[in-house]
């Protein structure tokens, strides 16, 4: 029966899914909501038969050879999988999946509102009037650039870089995309969107580039420095998936010598650490990873990791297992 079945929860989940997880399994909350420590976390994958994972619990291959062998299922809270090693689970029987779909929308929200916040300045323009610097309009007061008739440049042509291209595309931006495979005709053809097989021919050419890729050994640092400098001076960045695909350091360089415009980072390399260097430039918005963080995604998202899990136990296919073979 299900209700024997151990299911290990690692963060504190929003109030409506912890209670239906309790209803329906033996549920461990984390109810101090405070992220594992390594001890904590090996110590859950000792006893767990299934382990619910949000980002901040990195469950490398040493801590899976550890596991206990009653765990059959890690169910991760997110789109997102990198904090986990999904060969290492795949090869001990372990199960994988993820919630994603539900989030797209709110991300891609987020996306958008980086790109249109960066180049109207209008941080600056908060901060400005707060610290009683607004002194009355004037012609030339707080001027940003237009984002009209820009062209951006999708790097991750999935789920999430889809719904920026349609968002973009509304605004009366040029869309242009690279990706690991090309998409279907149709779907480019639905944001008129085209396909650049050269990244660096791509982002050379591009106003704003939007990184919305997932994070794997082929994306680590995919935007180097070398690349960044490619980059057109008036150009601006967003990143709303994770800092491993942009080398941090330099695009702080690029930013502190003007190379580029500005850049809208909901994801940093050290998180929740943030390079203090970031912290001193005027031209970058900094979100504290918010990409997702709607009261509707994150109870959809937990509701996705219960009908994994109850697809799981019942023996019926998972619907969002994730493959090794497609990481
Ligand atoms: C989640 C995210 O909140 O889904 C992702 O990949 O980055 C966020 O939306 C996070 O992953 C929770 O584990």
Same mark, same amino acid.
């Given at each position: 029966p299900r209700d024997t079945v151990k299911v290990v929860i690692s963060r504190k989940l929003p109030k409506?899914?912890?209670?239906?997880?309790?209803?329906?399994?033996?549920?461990?909350?984390?109810?101090?909501?405070?992220?594992?420590?390594?001890n904590r976390l090996a110590d859950a994958l000792e006893r767990a038969d299934v382990?619910?994972?949000?980002?901040?619990?990195?469950?490398?291959?040493?801590?899976?050879?550890?596991?206990?062998?009653?765990? /059959?299922?890690? %169910? #991760?809270? &997110?789109?997102? =999988?990198? @904090?986990?090693?999904? /060969?290492?689970? %795949? #090869?001990? &029987?372990?199960? =994988?999946? @993820?919630?994603?779909?539900?989030?797209?929308?709110?991300?891609?929200?987020?996306?958008?509102?980086?790109i249109l916040a960066l180049p109207r300045r209008m941080v600056q323009g908060v901060d400005a009037l707060r610290a009683g610097e607004f002194k009355g309009w004037s012609p030339t007061y707080m001027l940003g650039h237009r984002i009209f008739g820009k062209r951006i440049g999708i790097i991750g042509m999935g789920r999430i870089g889809q719904a920026v291209a349609r968002r973009a595309r509304a605004f009366g931006l040029?869309?242009?995309?690279?990706?690991?495979?090309?998409?279907?005709?149709?779907?480019?053809?639905?944001?008129?969107?085209?396909?650049?097989?050269?990244?660096?021919?791509?982002?050379?050419?591009?106003?704003?580039?939007?990184?919305?890729?997932?994070?794997?050994?082929?994306?680590?640092?995919?935007?180097?420095?070398?690349?960044?400098?490619?980059?057109?001076?008036?150009?601006y960045i967003v990143n709303t998936s994770r800092?491993?695909?942009?080398?941090?350091?330099?695009?702080?360089?690029?930013?502190?010598?003007?190379?580029?415009?500005?850049?809208?980072?909901?994801?940093?390399?050290?998180?929740p650490e943030i390079n203090p260097r970031l912290l001193a430039l005027k031209n970058v918005i900094l979100l504290p990873h918010m990409g997702s963080a709607t009261v509707e995604a994150r109870t959809e998202m937990g509701e996705k990791v219960i009908i994994n899990i109850k697809n799981f136990l019942d023996g019926h296919m998972v619907p969002d297992r994730v493959l090794p073979e497609l990481i």
């Open positions: 409506p899914v912890e209670q239906r997880m309790s209803e329906l399994f033996d549920v461990e909350l984390n109810t101090n909501d405070e992220a594992f420590t390594e382990f619910v994972s949000t980002l901040t619990d990195n469950i490398t291959a040493e801590l899976i050879a550890n596991a206990g062998s009653q765990l /059959k299922m890690i %169910a #991760q809270f &997110g789109a997102g =999988v990198d @904090n986990i090693d999904v /060969k290492a689970a %795949a #090869q001990k &029987g372990i199960i =994988v999946t @993820n919630t994603p779909g539900v989030l797209t929308e709110d991300t891609a929200d987020m996306t958008m509102a980086l040029e869309v242009h995309y690279h990706n690991r495979n090309r998409v279907s005709p149709a779907i480019e053809a639905q944001f008129a969107t085209t396909y650049w097989e050269s990244l660096d021919q791509m982002i050379s050419r591009m106003d704003i580039i939007s990184v919305n890729c997932p994070a794997t050994p082929a994306t680590y640092h995919l935007l180097h420095e070398r690349r960044l400098k490619l980059l057109k001076p008036h150009a800092g491993e695909v942009i080398d941090e350091d330099a695009l702080i360089s690029a930013l502190e010598a003007g190379q580029i415009a500005g850049a809208g980072l909901d994801v940093f390399q050290n998180e």
